[in-house]
């Protein structure tokens, strides 16, 4: 195991240096690494590119010119449940008005209002992927309608209401 940091790739002879032997490597796409010609040159030994996000769309057409002998996988679902928290956080955070009862708070002024409801929503989820699959499941168990978008359009066993993605304005 050795790690490349990127200032070992800050020119093509330093580059080749570092990444002559490498045959895995994981990595973040982005930078000097978009060009996929560059690992072809430098990484002739390279045989699997592990992507440290999710998102893969952006370079697959890419990796797909480095042939069979390179295997590329991405880290779908990684940061799924850590995601949808987030997502439902502000969801609660926005229904709730905790922004307005904090800043009350802080000027130790007391205003009556009411905190919206969240369960008999209905909530709306642009991609039933990993994301989307774990921001229903808790949605749900909060009591809301789910209607979902999918690329395939196949139903979701989790949204009540599957949208084609052509159908959205």
């Known amino acids: 195991f050795r790690r490349v ?4 790739l800050a020119d093509d002879a330093t580059a080749r240096a570092a990444l002559a032997d490498v045959e895995v490597l994981l990595t973040w796409w982005g930078g000097r690494w978009q060009r996929v ?3 072809s040159a430098f990484a002739p030994r390279l045989r699997w590119v ?11 057409e890419q990796m797909e010119r480095l042939g069979d002998q390179v295997v590329f996988t991405n880290a779908a679902g990684i940061n799924a449940s850590v995601i949808a928290e987030c997502v439902v ?3 609660l955070l926005f229904a ?3 922004l307005e009862a904090r800043r009350n708070q802080a000027e130790h002024r ?6 919206g409801v969240v369960e008999g929503s209905t909530v709306g989820i642009l991609g ?3 994301i989307g699959e774990e921001v229903a499941r808790r949605m749900r168990a909060l009591g809301c309608r789910i209607v979902g978008t999918r690329r395939s359009g196949a139903p979701h066993p989790l949204a009540d209401e599957m949208v ?3 159908e959205l304005p």
């Open 128 to 130: 039933m992927g990993h």
């Open 37 to 39: 010609e560059d690992l």
């Open 110 to 115: 007391y205003a009556r209002f009411m905190p």
């Open 5 to 8: 940091l990127f200032r070992s």
């Open 96 to 98: 709730k008005r905790w």
């Open 89 to 91: 956080g502000y969801i």
């Open 164 to 166: 084609p993605v052509a």
């Open 50 to 60: 592990q992507l440290g996000s999710a998102g893969s769309d952006a370079v697959l």
